[in-house]
């Protein structure tokens, strides 16, 4: 557990590199009610959480997205958004069903650096392959794949980010 938030924010990093070691039931169950705590636009919350823990589930995901530190992860959660669920903006139209569910996801993500998990996002997969293989209906499409699991790396990546002043305008 971490002491403050720049902490956790800081260790968090995409991990690709993972051990075979299990995730224990009581961390998912953490790091789902911390997806399930998220905010979202007219609390809609429109999204699903499908929990890939089977080794045909597992077996199915890995052809999504072929790479072989994927297909290290013990887990893998795929976060799906509802379009016909979420809020839109009446001004523009605009639909936040993607907004909502990456902050979900995020959720995930440092939920699981605070249990001393790795995560990835991964939004680089063969979408159509996914809608089939987990029975995916119209209205819903995966926004991500997190793959989680206890990280094997041996040298953990230096954050590259942009100065603070090239990204905060002050007016
Ligand atoms: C929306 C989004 C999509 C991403 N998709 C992928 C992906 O398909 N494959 C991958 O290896 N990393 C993916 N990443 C991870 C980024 O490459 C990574 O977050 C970025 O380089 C910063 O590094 P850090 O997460 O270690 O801080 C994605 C990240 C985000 C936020």
């Avoid at 979202?40 to 597992?58: C, D, H, L, Y």
């Avoid at 072929?66 to 139209?93: C, G, M």
């Avoid at 998990?117 to 063969?126: A, Q, S």
Wanted: glycine fraction near 2%.
């Amino acid at each position: 557990m971490y002491k403050n938030f720049l902490e956790l924010a800081k260790s968090r990093y995409s991990v690709r590199e993972y051990s075979s070691k299990e995730v224990e039931q009581d961390k998912i169950d953490y790091i789902i009610e911390c997806a399930r705590l998220a905010p979202s636009a007219v609390n809609k919350q429109p999204w699903i959480f499908i929990v890939v823990k089977s080794e045909k589930g597992k077996e199915d995901l890995r052809s999504c997205y072929s790479r072989e530190w994927f297909n290290q992860a013990p887990l893998y959660i795929i976060v799906l958004a509802n379009r016909d669920a979420a809020w839109v903006r009446a001004s523009d139209k605009k639909n936040h069903c993607d907004i909502d569910a990456s902050i979900a996801i995020e959720h995930i993500c440092l939920a699981a650096a605070d249990l001393g998990l790795g995560t990835c996002w991964v939004c680089n997969f063969d979408v159509e392959r996914c809608k089939k293989l987990f029975d995916i209906g119209t209205s819903s499409h995966p926004v991500a794949l997190i793959p989680i699991g206890y990280p094997n790396e041996k040298v953990i990546p230096v954050k590259t980010r942009k100065e603070v002043k090239e990204l905060v305008r002050v007016v």
